[in-house]
């Protein structure tokens, strides 16, 4: 059972996480098909160049037609990624993308081929209890007998992800002891018993992190960099 803040990025209970994200790992996103009315309004509403919106100059050219703006394109893997990935992983927000490119024309109709390979993965360093997935996406329009006929899109991007929730052990949690027992004599040390009267004091040339490693505070733009 995971924990109930354990979302996937539609909001349900995740079921992947970061560690099931490994290098080599391929996720196939299904097979979208470009509607041509949504096709033209997408363009129309965001970019109305005239080969996106334009049918007769657009039949003039040499596109030989309308295509589609390759943001409505990458808008179609980006709803694939979230149907078939983002909504049964753990994941947070995105750090942003290395490669987009649009390597072929799409045209209303074209059936697209969507996947995702994990190309690398390690854990967060600005972001604890995170890990960082690098992750390239993938269309490719299919023929009429569903074999890839061409690559349209590629995109290279990072995804935070969340790391597994570590369940509490119900035997260890009922032996802890719920409250400290105070101690008499030379057992207890207050100020009275410190030689100096007064509290105890941490060197802060020997402060740790959390997982022993000594720290040092940075203003420095390195200190501020997100992995």
């Excluded at 299919?142 to 995109?155: I, K, W």
């Excluded at 719920?178 to 020997?206: K, V």
């Excluded at 740790?208 to 490693?213: A, F, L, T, Y």
Aim: aromatic fraction near 6%; charge should be negative.
């Amino acid at each position: 059972m995971t924990a109930p803040d354990a979302r996937s990025g539609t909001g349900r209970p995740a079921e992947l996480f970061f560690e099931d994200l490994v290098p080599g790992l391929t996720v196939d996103l299904g097979v979208v098909t470009v509607d041509a009315d949504e096709m033209v309004a997408f363009a129309r509403r965001f970019d109305p160049q005239w080969y996106h919106v334009d049918p007769d100059l657009a039949a003039a050219s040499r596109h030989g037609g309308l295509i589609a703006s390759g943001f409505y394109t990458v808008s179609l893997f980006m709803r694939a990624y979230v149907d078939h990935l983002l909504s049964r992983a753990a994941a947070d927000a995105s750090p942003g993308l290395e490669e987009l490119r649009w390597l072929a024309p799409v045209r209303a109709g074209d059936r697209l081929a969507v996947r995702v390979d994990v190309m690398g993965a390690r854990p967060s360093t600005a972001r604890p209890g995170l890990g960082t997935v690098s992750l390239t996406g993938t269309m490719l329009r299919l023929g009429p007998d569903d074999r890839p006929e061409q690559e349209v899109l590629r995109t290279r991007f990072r995804g935070w992800f969340a790391v597994r929730p570590v369940e509490a052990d119900p035997a260890e949690a009922d032996a802890a002891p719920t409250e400290a027992t105070p101690t008499d004599g030379a057992d207890r040390l207050d100020g009275a018993d410190r030689p100096d009267g007064g509290p105890i004091a941490a060197d802060p040339s020997t402060t740790e992190s959390p997982d022993g490693e000594p720290t040092e505070i940075s203003d420095s733009p390195e200190s501020h960099r997100n992995d």
